[in-house]
């Protein structure tokens, strides 16, 4: 039985992916922050932490990404992905609404829906969307939009279910852990790095190129300020493939060479099974016989 924190309190998205990812009997601890989740695998407090790292619609959840920067290094095991359709909480019987709440990323993903359906409510920020509940059930707050799961922890009404300014918006969860064994490559992986480079002219473009000359898909790039040198970045990089494979391994070696660090952040089973793509020439067995190649003339064998 393992201890599962995730981004809480209860009734969050992310403990639904949680859930999801937990095996029968684990426990599921909610943790206040995304930082404060991935704390407690950091100082032994918990065996594993569930975060959303992305969604369709905003990007970036940039709590999780600084988060994974500091600290001790920890590694992604798992991933979960959740269409995220909201719900509108109030207390029982509440008749008009002067303020709704919820975490900043949940709001800027109903932004249409407010507009239209609760124009002169003030927006309020909360730390998740299940804290908007909590907040609402404290009476601090008219309404929260919230996952369909709170409404299941919390005494309160459902104004509207299914609201989402786009239908096929996703989140993407993480399951992070201490660094230990890698899980098997399935051909169906994520690996993902964060890329710290000096700071010349270039050098993300030459980071990018040893991918591309390798025909490894990029599935994510994003950047955030290293917060020492105004304008100087670390760069969050996912990609298709496993570091377990020599065409990873090849890369992650190339980028380890051009960068001043790279955090290895873990190579995974992609949620949706996507199979990577391998250009020609560029598979694990043209990599394994050029070094064998190699080997075979370092040796004096050249027929
Ligand atoms: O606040 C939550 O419920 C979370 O788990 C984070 C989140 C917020 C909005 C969409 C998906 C996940």
């Not at 852990?177 to 710290?196: F, H, L």
Request: proline fraction near 7%; charge should be negative; glycine fraction near 8%.
């Amino acid at each position: 039985m393992s201890r599962i924190a995730y981004f809480g309190p209860q009734g969050t998205f992310t403990e639904q992916a949680a859930r999801a990812l937990a095996a029968p009997g684990d426990e599921l601890v909610p943790a206040v922050t995304i930082r404060a989740a991935l704390a407690m695998v950091r100082e032994g407090a918990a065996d594993g932490a569930c975060v959303p790292v992305e969604n369709s619609v905003e990007g970036a959840i940039t709590p999780t990404l600084d988060g994974l920067n500091e600290g001790s290094p920890l590694v992604a095991v798992a991933e979960w992905l959740l269409p995220v359709h909201f719900s509108i909480l109030v207390r029982p019987g509440t008749t008009e609404v002067k303020t709704v709440a919820s975490y900043p990323p949940a709001l800027s993903q109903v932004r249409l829906w407010l507009e239209e359906n609760l124009p002169d409510a003030r927006q309020i920020a909360t730390s998740s969307t299940a804290a908007a509940a909590v907040a609402v059930d404290a009476g601090e707050v008219d309404a929260a939009v919230c996952a369909p799961v709170a409404a299941e922890h919390y005494p309160l009404e459902v104004l509207a279910t299914g609201v989402a300014d786009l239908r096929d918006a996703q989140t993407r969860f993480l399951l992070f852990k201490q660094p230990g064994e890698v899980p098997a490559p399935t051909g169906a992986d994520r690996t993902s790095i964060i890329a710290s480079t000096p700071n010349r002219t270039g050098t993300l473009a030459e980071l990018l190129t040893e991918l591309a000359f390798r025909g490894i898909n990029l599935t994510k790039l994003d950047a955030r300020p290293t917060r020492n040198n105004f304008g100087e970045y670390h760069f969050f990089i996912d990609f298709e493939g496993h570091i377990a494979e020599p065409r990873i391994g090849d890369a992650l070696a190339a980028l380890r060479r051009r960068c001043s660090n790279v955090r290895f952040l873990g190579s995974h089973p992609r949620a949706d099974g996507v199979a990577a793509t391998v250009q020609p020439d560029a598979g694990n067995e043209d990599f394994d016989q050029a070094a064998s190649w190699v080997e075979a003339v370092r040796k004096g064998d050249l027929a």
